[in-house]
């Protein structure tokens, strides 16, 4: 059984440009979670699918920020015009149903 | 108040000793409740999830639940060095569902 899976696990990007993740869940669970932490905080909540369908997105998430689940698998998380407040690790999560969330590798994101 | 609240420590605790780290959370209805490491750098890992008031215990990790006084911890017994880390408490909120973490405990295990 593989465990949650992010690509790519580093980033390095320059202010304005676009950046896409991925993740893949563990196969047979139905939520995924998208998640930002920055150093000395815990995972902060972005936006969370049930299969194919993005159920809930923070106000912390601005409009630059869009998330994707096509086919209720993998998920594509993209920051668009990025600025130097967006550097962070990138954590998804996946779960079945409400049942413990399991964390990938994360994508370090570095804006310079 | 902040929903789940941790003293963020570093706590240092001799090789061998029991560790216990503490939290709390305002939301009196919730009903889950996790405990994960994070080694700097990585990812969050789960160690243990309580419901029930009460212990619940997994080798030489003991989490312990007080719904009553809003209050979670988890004690892990002959600390090893290895268990240096940062512990994230985290709730489940009623309402939404939604996992809201702490910022996290930095362990320090003394060898």
């Known amino acids: 059984d593989t465990g949650v899976s992010q690509d790519p696990r580093h980033k390095i990007t320059k202010r304005g440009q676009n950046v896409t993740f991925r993740c893949d869940p563990i196969s047979e669970h139905n939520r995924l979670y998208w998640y930002r932490q920055t150093l000395g905080q815990g995972p902060e909540f972005l936006t969370y699918f049930q299969n194919e369908a993005q159920l809930e997105k923070s106000r912390l998430l601005s409009d630059r920020f869009s998330a994707e689940r096509p086919k209720g698998s993998f998920s594509t998380l993209e920051i668009q015009r990025t600025e130097q407040g967006d550097s962070a690790m990138y954590l998804c999560?996946?779960?079945?149903?409400?049942?413990?969330?399991?964390f990938g590798p994360g994508t370090r994101l570095t804006v310079t | 108040q902040k929903e789940v609240e941790q003293n963020s420590g570093p706590l240092s605790v001799p090789e061998g000793a029991i560790a216990s780290l503490n939290c709390t959370y305002s939301d009196r209805v919730s009903q889950s409740f996790f405990w994960y490491r994070q080694y700097s750098g990585k990812s969050p890992e789960l160690i243990m999830s309580?419901?029930?008031?009460g212990d619940k215990e997994d080798g030489r990790f003991t989490a312990q639940l007080n719904k009553a006084s809003q209050y979670v911890s988890l004690l892990i017994r002959d600390s090893q060095p290895s268990d240096s880390a940062t512990y994230l408490c985290a709730v489940r909120r009623n309402r939404d569902d939604k996992i809201i973490f702490g910022k996290g405990t930095r362990l320090h295990i003394l060898p």
């Open positions: 999560a996946s779960s079945w149903g409400i049942d413990e969330q399991y």
């Open positions: 309580i419901y029930s008031n």
